[in-house]
């Protein structure tokens, strides 16, 4: 079992920038993958980003050149900087993590970009 827990969304003005955190806990070896997925009112849930172990990094076209996942293996933590923030970047965001072949998620942070 592996446990997520996000943290640092919050309401931005358009332009803006927001970094949200993911505490990863438990079985932390067995992790393959983690990332961030998020889900706008009335929309599928979609990738944002991806880090694997093996450091490859996949970012949605949408957010490419403005957000950066990161990890700190240390902390166990996953981060997901995002920069020059749009109003239709605002969704819930969740932590995701691919490990002994099941998918965990966070429970999910409000992030709404608005002026």
């Known amino acids: 079992q592996v446990q997520l827990v996000e943290s640092g969304g919050g309401l931005v003005q358009p332009g803006g920038s927001l970094r949200l955190s993911c505490a990863a806990s438990?079985?932390?070896?067995?992790?393959?993958?983690m990332g961030w997925y998020r889900q706008a009112p009335g929309k599928q849930r979609e990738l944002v980003a991806l880090i694997t172990s093996g450091g490859n990094i996949n970012y949605a076209d949408s957010v490419k050149g403005r957000f950066t996942i990161s990890t700190n293996s240390a902390k166990n933590t996953t981060y997901l900087q995002m920069d020059s923030l749009k109003p239709e970047d605002t969704a819930v965001y969740y932590c995701?993590?691919?490990?002994?072949?099941?998918?965990?998620w966070g429970q999910g942070t409000q992030v709404t970009v608005s002026s």
């Open positions: 438990g079985r932390i070896s067995s992790i393959y993958g």
């Open positions: 995701y993590s691919r490990a002994d072949g099941r998918n965990y």
